[in-house]
C-alpha cells in the first residue's frame, strides 16, 4: 500500500539552457528514486550526445546506481548549501527556472489534469509556448 498524497510529481529534463529534453508525470506518492531511472533512460535513448547527469539530493541511491551500471555515466548529485538566506546552488537553478517557467501556466498551477499523460502533455505544450515567445 503505497502513500497516500494526492497531487502529481514532474520529473522534467533540461538542457544547460533550461529547454524541456523530456518529461514524466507520476503520483505524487512515489518517490524520485522510482522516476528518476526511468528518465535517465527515455534522456539517454533520444539524446545518445549526453556524458552526464545532474540531479538533487532526492535521486540519490538507486538513480545513482542505475546510471552508473547501466547506462555507464555519471550523476552529479548536488548538495543543499547551508548559509544563511538563499543561496544559488550551480547548475540546480537551471531546472528549477524551468519549472518555475512551467508553473507560470494558469493550466499547470493547479493539478486540473485526470490522467497524468495528460498532464504531461501540457507540459509539453506550455514549453512550446515559453520557447516560440523567448524566440519572438
Not at 507560470?104 to 504531461?120: C, M, V
Request: charged share 25%; hydrophobic share 45%.
Amino acid at each position: 500500500m503505497g502513500k497516500k498524497i494526492k497531487g502529481r510529481k514532474r520529473h522534467i529534463g533540461v538542457d544547460t539552457l533550461g529547454n524541456l529534453l523530456s518529461v514524466i508525470v507520476r503520483t505524487a506518492g512515489a518517490h524520485d528514486t522510482k522516476g528518476g531511472p526511468e528518465l535517465f533512460q527515455i534522456l539517454f535513448e533520444k539524446y545518445r550526445s549526453i556524458k552526464a547527469f545532474c540531479a538533487d539530493a532526492g535521486y540519490c541511491g538507486t538513480a545513482v546506481s542505475f546510471v552508473k551500471n547501466m547506462l555507464k555515466l555519471t550523476l552529479d548529485i548536488t548538495k543543499k548549501i547551508v548559509g544563511e538566506g538563499f543561496t544559488v546552488i550551480p547548475k540546480r537553478w537551471v531546472v528549477e527556472r524551468s519549472i518555475a517557467w512551467i508553473n507560470n501556466s494558469r493550466r499547470l498551477s493547479k493539478d486540473f489534469e485526470i490522467k497524468n499523460y495528460i498532464s504531461a502533455n501540457m507540459v509539453r505544450v506550455s514549453m512550446i509556448k515559453l520557447t516560440l515567445m523567448k524566440a519572438f
